[in-house]
């Protein structure tokens, strides 16, 4: 908050408190709104001088600590919502109102038809805690779990791209893809086609999802072929349009301890997801499970022992991934040597 300082008073100083933003100590002003006016100040050089630009914004919100927005909050309150529950929407709606400023900035300055936004957060939301009030473990519903788990309710995030005159408007992409498609895909929306890395590229570009992908979509939808939310998650594009197989194999390994005291759909696990399927790997109990993501979103119903060899497959693709990444695992006390790779077990 800025009357603390945003976690700066003297002695009281942690590694969450934020830097750089002494101009708005004491000013009321919350740090969602600071930092958006910050962000603004970055572009206003290169728009003048008619130069590209990347802005990176990553708000603190909606992040703990859940420190109210005044600005929002007292509807929530009225509305009947607990203290923890009112904080926590005032900063949605603080964070929404930094996009809309951010859109508003680029409309006025007349680049917003030249300019893409990428809109994504980190991980699924933090269920574990009070924070925001409500039961743990449920704040992510019909979602299991949160950050930190393989679950969706952990890895199942907003990702929207508004490119103007090639992003065909108001349609929704039921492509899995995941983090690492981020930065081929801006690259290719920059026309950067000549680079290396050190690193290999394990992701993908979203480039023709976005373009070709959402074109064909739109015009489902004119059809009428999707009208439902349902259908349109099960609306399939295929990799000949969008250049993305709706059916590669997406990787998640978390061979971690999160906290401190044992969390049983969080710690030790690993998944892959490849089209509907998805195989969970707990290796803690080196149990497999199955689920099928269209029919079952929350992740309630194990197949496994009802489709054994689509476990095989999908633990045979998890265990050949890893073991090409050379990915850690956790260490058995007893033995000393690593866990199992899934389709070893």
């Given at each position: 908050?800025?009357?603390?300082?945003?976690?700066?008073?003297?002695?009281?100083?942690?590694?969450?408190?934020?830097?750089?933003?002494?101009?708005?100590?004491?000013?009321?002003?919350?740090?969602?709104?600071?930092?958006?006016?910050?962000?603004?100040?970055?572009?206003?050089?290169?728009?003048?001088?008619?130069?590209?630009?990347?802005?990176?914004?990553?708000?603190?919100?909606?992040?703990?600590?859940?420190?109210?927005?005044?600005?929002?909050?007292?509807?929530?309150?009225?509305?009947?919502?607990?203290?923890?529950?009112?904080?926590?929407?005032?900063?949605?709606?603080?964070?929404?109102?930094?996009?809309?400023?951010?859109?508003?900035?680029?409309?006025?300055?007349?680049?917003?038809?030249?300019?893409?936004?990428?809109?994504?957060?980190?991980?699924?939301?933090?269920?574990?805690?009070?924070?925001?009030?409500?039961?743990?473990?449920?704040?992510?519903?019909?979602?299991?779990?949160?950050?930190?788990?393989?679950?969706?309710?952990?890895?199942?995030?907003?990702?929207?791209?508004?490119?103007?005159?090639?992003?065909?408007?108001?349609?929704?992409?039921?492509?899995?893809?995941?983090?690492?498609?981020?930065?081929?895909?801006?690259?290719?929306?920059?026309?950067?086609?000549?680079?290396?890395?050190?690193?290999?590229?394990?992701?993908?570009?979203?480039?023709?999802?976005?373009?070709?992908?959402?074109?064909?979509?739109?015009?489902?939808?004119?059809?009428?072929?999707?009208?439902?939310?349902?259908?349109?998650?099960?609306?399939?594009?295929?990799?000949?349009?969008?250049?993305?197989?709706?059916?590669?194999?997406?990787?998640?390994?978390?061979?971690?301890?999160?906290?401190?005291?044992?969390?049983?759909?969080?710690?030790?696990?690993?998944?892959?997801?490849?089209?509907?399927?998805?195989?969970?790997?707990?290796?803690?109990?080196?149990?497999?499970?199955?689920?099928?993501?269209?029919?079952?979103?929350?992740?309630r119903n194990d197949l496994a022992a009802s489709h054994p060899e689509r476990v095989a497959e999908l633990a045979k693709a998890l265990g050949d991934r890893l073991r090409a990444w050379k990915a850690p695992m956790p260490t058995v006390?007893?033995?000393?040597?690593?866990?199992?790779?899934?389709?070893?077990?």
């Amino acid at each position: 908050m800025p009357e603390e300082h945003f976690g700066n008073l003297p002695k009281r100083g942690t590694y969450a408190s934020v830097q750089n933003m002494s101009q708005y100590y004491g000013s009321g002003i919350h740090l969602t709104e600071a930092l958006t006016l910050e962000a603004l100040k970055t572009l206003e050089d290169p728009i003048r001088r008619k130069q590209p630009f990347y802005l990176y914004f990553a708000h603190y919100s909606n992040h703990t600590p859940i420190q109210r927005d005044e600005r929002f909050i007292r509807k929530y309150l009225d509305a009947g919502m607990d203290e923890q529950q009112a904080r926590y929407a005032s900063m949605v709606e603080g964070m929404d109102k930094s996009l809309g400023d951010v859109l508003d900035y680029l409309e006025a300055k007349g680049i917003a038809d030249d300019t893409i936004i990428l809109f994504m957060s980190d991980n699924g939301g933090h269920c574990l805690g009070q924070d925001k009030g409500g039961e743990p473990h449920t704040q992510n519903l019909p979602l299991r779990e949160g950050k930190a788990s393989v679950y969706e309710g952990g890895i199942r995030v907003p990702l929207i791209f508004r490119w103007p005159g090639k992003a065909a408007e108001g349609t929704r992409l039921n492509t899995p893809v995941i983090n690492e498609d981020i930065f081929p895909t801006i690259l290719e929306m920059a026309g950067v086609k000549h680079y290396e890395t050190v690193q290999e590229c394990d992701g993908l570009s979203l480039a023709r999802l976005i373009t070709a992908g959402s074109k064909m979509v739109a015009k489902a939808q004119k059809r009428g072929e999707i009208a439902t939310q349902k259908e349109a998650n099960a609306f399939v594009v295929p990799a000949s349009v969008s250049g993305v197989d709706p059916e590669r194999e997406l990787i998640f390994h978390y061979p971690h301890q999160y906290r401190v005291e044992d969390q049983d759909d969080i710690d030790f696990m690993s998944a892959v997801r490849k089209g509907d399927w998805k195989l969970v790997y707990r290796m803690h109990t080196g149990e497999l499970e199955l689920y099928n993501l269209r029919d079952d979103i929350g992740e309630r119903n194990d197949l496994a022992a009802s489709h054994p060899e689509r476990v095989a497959e999908l633990a045979k693709a998890l265990g050949d991934r890893l073991r090409a990444w050379k990915a850690p695992m956790p260490t058995v006390r007893a033995t000393g040597k690593p866990v199992p790779m899934p389709d070893e077990l």
